[in-house]
């Protein structure tokens, strides 16, 4: 039996991926927007240091219209970030 918690997707990771979504579906600028700023507000809250970097990359990224496969691979990376056990120096 595993004793190491195992971390799941948070509110920022969720929230970005949302706005990833968002742009993907073509939505109003202003409503990519609302999303991006709803994300990068909960960024401040992220813990896991790693994870924050790279939701706060994809955040810019799609705040200039890129919406690539580079955007994926730093979600994927970043869920994966978040998958990690807590080394405990997650700190900002």
């Known amino acids: 039996m595993e004793t190491t ?7 920022a990771w969720e929230l970005v991926a949302h ?3 968002l742009c993907r579906r073509g939505v109003p600028r202003a409503t990519l927007l609302a999303a991006l700023d709803q994300a990068r507000r909960s960024l401040h809250h992220e ?3 790693d994870a924050r ?5 994809i955040v810019g990224a799609l705040e200039h ?8 691979v730093a979600l994927q990376v970043a869920a994966r970030d978040l998958a990690r056990p807590s080394s405990g120096d997650d700190r900002r």
């Open 5 to 11: 918690p195992h971390r799941r997707t948070t509110e």
């Open 53 to 57: 970097r790279r939701l706060t990359w």
């Open 47 to 49: 813990p896991c240091r």
């Open 19 to 21: 706005a990833v979504e």
């Open 65 to 72: 219209g890129d919406a690539d496969a580079r955007v994926d």
